[in-house]
């Protein structure tokens, strides 16, 4: 069974609207998030960054050290990143550094420094074999310790099949009969609280669409003052 989690890594997680099931996994008994995970954190946090300062470059020997600066209101954090041989496949050291960074002082800046760590830290938190990462069940199950509800696929199949807000507000008056009658339960890990925020999502993806997640906050402008690699050519 997974180690539960620190309770403050799930309040930050769910503070900045990320399902701890989706967002991080355990990986030998250290909660690790994904960096897709911490680009939304960031962006919804508000947090951008300088342009990095390269430290030491060293390409023929795939070598790369980074200073990453973030900034979020009137805080500022900083963090190394670096890539080489003996921590890093991916064939793109400078840019594993920057992740580096940029993952660190993200997570400093909203807390989870010391309690979880990236993906991108280590070549150690990937490559695990997709059987052994927790499903979002498995880790649902670890860390509230109660066993999924006998209906609960029925649930997501159903919610999943909602296209329009009449057709979600009646799944919702059904389903919370059916939680009520089969003794879902409330709280911060209940089954029924589970249950209210997959709605809230499918509410969301139904008047927005799905996110667009693809582009890294930090190398997005929130004020104009401060930059990074990618704006400055």
Not at 17 to 40: L, T
Not at 76 to 85: D, I, Q
Not at 189 to 212: H, M, S
Request: hydrophobic residues 40%; charged residues 30%.
């Amino acid at each position: 069974m997974a180690k539960a989690p620190d309770p403050r890594i799930i309040e930050i997680l769910r503070k900045y609207e990320e399902d701890p099931r989706d967002a991080m996994w355990d990986c030998h008994g250290v909660w690790v998030v994904y960096h897709k995970a911490i680009e939304r954190i960031a962006a919804r946090a508000g947090i951008s960054f300088d342009m990095p300062e390269i430290v030491e470059a060293k390409s023929a020997e795939k070598i790369a050290v980074i200073v990453a600066r973030g900034f979020m209101g009137d805080r500022s954090e900083w963090s190394f990143g670096e890539a080489a041989p003996n921590n890093n496949k991916n064939a793109y050291p400078y840019a594993m550094a920057e992740k580096r960074a940029k993952d660190r002082v993200v997570l400093k800046l909203v807390g989870l420094h010391g309690l979880a760590y990236s993906e991108e830290e280590s070549d150690d938190f990937k490559g695990e074999p997709t059987a052994q990462k927790p499903t979002r069940h498995a880790l649902k199950k670890d860390i509230g310790n109660v066993a999924k509800p006998d209906r609960w696929d029925e649930f997501e199949r159903e919610l999943l099949e909602c296209t329009t807000i009449p057709q979600l507000n009646r799944f919702k008056l059904a389903w919370s009969a059916i939680a009520e009658a089969q003794g879902w339960q409330d709280g911060e890990l209940g089954w029924r609280t589970v249950a209210r925020e997959e709605i809230n999502k499918r509410q969301q993806v139904i008047l927005n669409g799905l996110p667009d997640d693809d582009v890294f906050p930090g190398d997005r402008p929130s004020n104009g003052q401060h930059i990074s690699t990618l704006q400055a050519g």
